[in-house]
């Protein structure tokens, strides 16, 4: 341990300089440079030099040439977290199943903070769907899913949403307005569902449902996501609510 890191608070310090190394990558990142890492960290050179030789042997990290990329030792953690595991795991059938019906893509999503975290994606050819990865987040506001979860989730997490100051823009039609955000959630509590025109990717909408436990806990959200050009909302929301309304009712998550 250098004396910096004992300045900065010991090893606590060091945990929190290699959490912002692994969180410098970025879902559309395949690798960056040391140069990239400190820049986007704030770090010295010499600090984050040392720490991703550890990150390395840990196999968190990989090298290609000069580059840095995220391990597989880091997928393999985060595969492990047992709640996720287990819907992931519980619902994949019933996505499979969906996707086979529709050949539409298919997205599992959970609240992590206050962005939307894709567990699981069932799609056919890349063309079919728009990009988008498993481990991907998202703004709450700008995704059928994450609608979903605001709307359905507890009242504490919108007024975190609205209280961080002006709404994200993911595209130019994505709904900022606090106003009309919140009419929109209105709705989506009545219908039981969420749609989305082009707020996330241009092309592209989506339609998503709530999961509930058996005891009637929110834990995650279903969506179907679609070229704008054969988007069918009556159609897709009903098929959501059939499957959602299984999952709820089988053994595999309650």
Do not use: C
């Amino acid at each position: 341990m250098t004396d910096e890191d004992t300045r900065e608070g010991g090893a606590n310090s060091v945990l929190g300089k290699a959490r912002l190394i692994l969180e410098a990558f970025e879902l559309d990142d395949d690798s960056l440079t040391l140069t990239e890492i400190v820049a986007r960290t704030g770090i010295s050179k010499a600090t984050v030099h040392r720490l991703n030789q550890e990150l390395l042997e840990w196999g968190m990290l990989e090298r290609i040439g000069l580059e840095y990329r995220l391990g597989m030792r880091a997928f393999e953690l985060g595969s492990r977290v047992p709640r996720f595991r287990v819907l992931r795991d519980a619902v994949r059938p019933y996505m499979e199943s969906l996707h086979h019906q529709t050949r539409e893509a298919v997205h599992l999503a959970v609240l992590d903070g206050l962005e939307v975290l894709y567990l699981e994606k069932v799609a056919g050819a890349p063309q079919s769907a728009r990009p988008s990865r498993i481990a991907g987040r998202l703004p709450l506001h700008s995704t059928a899913t994450g609608k979903v979860l605001l709307a359905f989730g507890q009242p504490s997490i919108l007024e975190e949403v609205m209280a961080r100051g002006p709404l994200q823009r993911v595209t130019p039609t994505t709904i900022v307005l606090p106003g009309v955000l919140l009419d929109q959630l209105r709705r989506v509590r009545s219908d039981g569902y969420a749609t989305e025109i082009e707020e996330t990717t241009a092309g592209y909408g989506s339609v998503a449902v709530p999961i509930f436990g058996a005891s009637g806990m929110l834990l995650a959200s279903l969506s179907l996501t679609t070229p704008v050009v054969r988007s069918d909302v009556a159609q897709h929301a009903a098929l959501l609510r059939s499957v959602s309304q299984k999952i709820a009712t089988s053994n595999a998550i309650n």
